[in-house]
């Protein structure tokens, strides 16, 4: 059961932060300005999930420590919301 539960995890963390980066690619090529802005949120709220997972997987005895991605994970919510607030000017 504990293995399932790892995979469950592991594979909802792979899917919420690749998707991060595949949104950031997207905005990159955006019809509009609130195209852009749309497809950051969507990486944002990507970012926001995987920061759960993360969260998760830190507080199991089944991962390795995964603080410095925690850390890394934060960091970029915190760039991608100031990338949304400064080009919703």
């Not at 539960?5 to 991060?20: D, E, F, H, M, P």
């Not at 420590?65 to 934060?74: S, V």
């Amino acid at each position: 059961m504990e293995v399932l539960k790892k995979y469950v995890i592991a594979r909802q963390l792979l899917k919420s932060g690749t998707s991060i980066g595949a949104n950031i690619r997207e905005a990159q090529n955006a019809e509009s300005k609130a195209d852009f802005i749309h497809k950051m949120k969507i990486s944002a709220k990507e970012a926001d999930e995987t920061e759960y997972w993360l969260f998760l997987c830190h507080n199991s005895k089944n991962y390795p420590n995964c603080g410095q991605l925690q850390d890394d994970c934060k960091e970029l919510i915190l760039i991608l919301s100031k990338i949304i607030s400064t080009s919703k000017k």
